[in-house]
C-alpha cells in the first residue's frame, strides 16, 4: 500500500485509541516501510526495477524478508506492545503501536505482488494478493476507498480529506501503465525509489498528523465516559 493510505490507518486508530497521540500512531503505522527503507540504503534488502518503468508492476521488491515478513512484523508488534504495556505500564499506548505495526502488514499483504514472506530464510510461499502486479488500477481502486474509508470513520475534516484525495491521485500513473509520469525515471534506479517513498513517508506523516488535529471529530457521550473510566483507572496512556 502506498504511503498516504498507511498514514490514513492511523486516523483508524486514533478513532479508537483517541486517548494515545497521534505522533506514536503515526510512526508505528509505517515502521515497516521505514526499516525497508533503512535496509536498502544498507544493501541489506533489494529493490530491482524493469529496464522501463510504466507503472507499479515495473517495481519488484525483490528481497525484503527483515522489514516485510509475516513473522518479523508479528514479532516486532508483540515486542512493541508487551514492552511498553508490561515495561512501561502504559497498556493502550501499547495496543495501539502493536495495532499499527501489525497494520502495515495487513494492508501490503492486500496489495502487494507476491513479495511477503513468512519468516527471514524462507523464500517460499510468498504471499501477497498480487493486485500490484496483475491489477494496479483495481490496488488504486481499493486504495482509494480505503483512505476515504479511513477518513469517513475519523470523521476528519475536509482539508484532511483533500489530501487523501489528492495524494491518492498524485499516485495515479504509477497504477496505470496507460498513464505516462515520473515512474519512468525510476527505471534502473531502485535507490532513487527508495528515497521517493522516503519523502512520501515523510511527507504524509506529517501532513495527516497536522490535518487530524483539525478533525471535526469530538468523542461521543459513551467514548468520553469510557475515557474518563480510564483515566480515573490510570489505564489511559
Ligand atoms: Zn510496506
Same mark, same amino acid.
Given at each position: 500500500?502506498?504511503?498516504? %493510505?498507511? *498514514? $490514513?490507518? +492511523?486516523?483508524?486508530?486514533? /478513532?479508537?485509541?483517541?486517548?494515545?497521540?497521534?505522533?506514536?500512531?503515526?510512526?508505528?503505522?509505517?515502521?515497516?516501510?521505514?526499516?525497508?527503507?533503512?535496509?536498502?540504503?544498507?544493501?541489506?534488502?533489494?529493490?530491482?526495477? =524493469?529496464?522501463?518503468? /510504466? @507503472?507499479?508492476? %515495473?517495481?519488484?521488491?525483490?528481497?525484503?524478508?527483515?522489514?516485510?515478513?509475516? #513473522? @518479523? $512484523?508479528?514479532? +516486532? +508488534?508483540?515486542?512493541?506492545?508487551? !514492552?511498553?504495556?508490561?515495561?512501561?505500564?502504559?497498556?493502550?499506548? #501499547?495496543?495501539?503501536?502493536?495495532? &499499527?505495526?501489525?497494520?502495515?502488514? !495487513?494492508? %501490503?499483504?492486500?496489495?502487494? &505482488?507476491? %513479495?511477503?514472506?513468512?519468516?527471514?530464510?524462507? *523464500?517460499?510461499?510468498?504471499?501477497?494478493?498480487?493486485?500490484?502486479?496483475?491489477?494496479?488500477?483495481?490496488?488504486? !481502486?481499493?486504495?482509494?476507498?480505503? #483512505?476515504?474509508?479511513?477518513? #469517513? !470513520?475519523? /470523521?476528519?475534516?475536509?482539508?484532511?480529506?483533500?489530501?487523501?484525495?489528492?495524494?491518492?491521485? $498524485? =499516485?495515479?500513473?504509477?497504477?496505470?501503465?496507460?498513464?505516462?509520469?515520473?515512474?519512468?525515471?525510476?527505471? &534502473?534506479?531502485?535507490?532513487?525509489?527508495?528515497?521517493?517513498?522516503?519523502?512520501?513517508?515523510?511527507?504524509?506523516?506529517?501532513?495527516?498528523?497536522?490535518? +487530524?488535529?483539525?478533525?471535526?471529530? /469530538?468523542?461521543?457521550? =459513551?467514548?468520553?465516559?469510557?475515557? &474518563?473510566?480510564?483515566? @480515573?483507572?490510570?489505564?489511559?496512556?
Amino acid at each position: 500500500m502506498f504511503a498516504i %493510505d498507511h *498514514a $490514513a490507518t +492511523a486516523l483508524l486508530i486514533k /478513532r479508537r485509541y483517541h486517548a494515545v497521540p497521534m505522533a506514536p500512531i503515526l510512526i508505528s503505522v509505517q515502521a515497516m516501510e521505514l526499516a525497508w527503507v533503512a535496509l536498502n540504503y544498507l544493501g541489506v534488502e533489494r529493490t530491482t526495477t =524493469n529496464s522501463i518503468v /510504466r @507503472s507499479v508492476a %515495473d517495481i519488484h521488491l525483490a528481497y525484503m524478508p527483515y522489514s516485510h515478513s509475516v #513473522g @518479523s $512484523a508479528i514479532v +516486532a +508488534a508483540l515486542a512493541v506492545w508487551l !514492552i511498553i504495556e508490561k515495561g512501561f505500564r502504559r497498556p493502550v499506548l #501499547g495496543r495501539a503501536i502493536g495495532l &499499527g505495526i501489525l497494520s502495515h502488514l !495487513i494492508l %501490503d499483504l492486500l496489495t502487494h &505482488g507476491h %513479495d511477503i514472506v513468512l519468516w527471514p530464510g524462507l *523464500a517460499s510461499p510468498r504471499l501477497g494478493l498480487g493486485l500490484y502486479e496483475a491489477a494496479p488500477f483495481a490496488a488504486f !481502486i481499493v486504495e482509494f476507498v480505503y #483512505g476515504v474509508l479511513c477518513w #469517513g !470513520i475519523y /470523521r476528519g475534516s475536509r482539508g484532511l480529506l483533500a489530501l487523501i484525495v489528492i495524494c491518492n491521485l $498524485a =499516485n495515479l500513473s504509477f497504477f496505470s501503465a496507460a498513464i505516462p509520469g515520473p515512474e519512468s525515471y525510476l527505471a &534502473g534506479r531502485p535507490l532513487l525509489l527508495v528515497t521517493v517513498i522516503l519523502v512520501q513517508i515523510v511527507v504524509t506523516l506529517v501532513f495527516v498528523g497536522t490535518l +487530524a488535529r483539525r478533525a471535526t471529530f /469530538r468523542p461521543s457521550a =459513551n467514548s468520553a465516559l469510557q475515557l &474518563g473510566r480510564q483515566i @480515573s483507572t490510570g489505564s489511559a496512556s
